[in-house]
């Protein structure tokens, strides 16, 4: 089994930061990409930030120069610095990963539980 298990929501003011973080556990021999969704209420989920396993990072444009997506390999970690939060980041996030279980296995996708991410006005 594998599981991505985040930490790190909560309830912040507008302009404030937070940290997510993610980590994977379990029956794992090779992460690949790694990345951070959200879900706001009566939204689709939609991407926030990834991560390939050699660093090359991506971002939401309404995100972009506000959160920082970054990984430890060795630690099988993935972490989301976010700054500068608006009311409008409002939602649950979630922790994604492809996983290779055993060398020879296809690349499978995993998703976390979901953490919750308030801001205030």
Do not use: H
């Amino acid at each position: 089994q594998v599981q991505l298990v985040e930490s790190g929501g909560g309830l912040v003011q507008a302009g404030g930061s937070l940290r997510l973080s993610c980590a994977a556990s379990g029956s794992i021999f090779s992460i690949n990409a790694m990345g951070w969704y959200r879900q706001a209420s009566g939204k689709q989920r939609e991407l926030v930030a990834g991560i390939t396993r050699d660093g090359v990072t991506s971002y939401a444009d309404s995100v972009k120069g506000r959160f920082t997506i970054s990984r430890d390999n060795a630690k099988k970690t993935v972490s989301l610095q976010m700054n500068g939060l608006k009311p409008e980041d409002t939602a649950v996030y979630y922790c994604n990963a492809d996983v290779r279980k055993l060398p020879l296995n296809p690349w499978a996708n995993y998703w976390g539980q979901g953490t919750q991410v308030t801001v205030s006005s």
